[in-house]
T-cell receptor
Framework: GAGVSQSPSNKVTEKGKDVELRCDPISGHTALYWYRQSLGQGLEFLIYFQGNSAPDKSGLPSDRFSAERTGGSVSTLTIQRTQQEDSAVYLC????????????????FGNGTRLTVT | AQKVTQAQTEISVVEKEDVTLDCVYETRDTTYYLFWYKQPPSGELVFLIRRNSFDEQNEISGRYSWNFQKSTSSFNFTITASQVVDSAVYFCALYTSGTYKYIFGTGTRLKVLA
């Protein structure tokens, strides 16, 4: 597709259930990022992929969070045993992952998945 | 450590006024990149501009202009003759090669009143 696609756009789940959030990056973009945005807050870095590997998982809030990327394309963010504090908008972004001359590739964001844990 | 500070949480202006959004960054890297993004009420983050640390040339694009000053570690964004459609949250971001992360500020909510 032309842009970053995320699904579902909205997810309501009960506390304790597992959820999977999907991100389909722009074709050809090697770098993929997950961020979390809580209501009225900034963007909290979660994890970064270059190809299928995740050199930096430092932003994952707890071991209930995990992510994978296959085929250098689609990524899935999984939250196990969801808690109410996990409620937020989860944003995925991709970039070429390489410099364009003297300019770093910008991130291109999807519309996000709004997760509500009840 | 890398950090981006947007001290202005919310700004309200009347249409046609000029407004400047401040961004101050911290990094020890000599090579870094700065970005501005707009997040309208619809929610999607839209890329506006990027700058690298070697390029202090200011830029103007229509009603938008950006002032990058390494001496003060600032990358400020000015909207001239603001319009209601400019109402959004604006984020400043920093990328350094050492971390591979794009570090975002907490955003400035701009409200342009008709």
């Amino acid at each position: 597709g032309a842009g970053v696609s995320q699904s579902p756009s909205n997810k309501v789940t009960e506390k304790g259930k597992d959820v999977e959030l999907r991100c389909d990056p722009i074709s050809g973009h090697t770098a993929l990022y997950w961020y979390r945005q809580s209501l009225g807050q900034g963007l909290e870095f979660l994890i970064y992929f270059q190809g299928n590997s995740a050199p930096d998982k430092s932003g994952l809030p707890s071991d209930r969070f995990s992510a994978e990327r296959t085929g250098g394309s689609v990524s899935t963010l999984t939250i196990q045993r969801t808690q109410q504090e996990d409620s937020a908008v989860y944003l995925c972004a991709s970039s070429r992952g390489a410099r364009e001359g003297n300019r770093k590739s910008p991130l291109h964001f999807g519309n996000g998945t709004r997760l509500t844990v009840t | 450590a890398q950090k981006v500070t947007q001290a202005q949480t919310e700004i309200s202006v009347v249409e046609k006024e000029d407004v400047t959004l401040d961004c101050v960054y911290e990094t020890r890297d000599t090579t870094y990149y700065l970005f501005w993004y707009k997040q309208p009420p619809s929610g999607e983050l839209v890329f506006l501009i990027r700058r690298n640390s070697f390029d202090e040339q200011n830029e103007i694009s229509g009603r938008y202009s950006w002032n990058f000053q390494k001496s003060t570690s600032s990358f400020n964004f000015t909207i001239t003759a603001s319009q209601v459609v400019d109402s959004a949250v604006y984020f400043c971001a920093l990328y350094t090669s050492g971390t591979y992360k794009y570090i975002f500020g907490t955003g400035t909510r701009l409200k342009v009143l008709a």
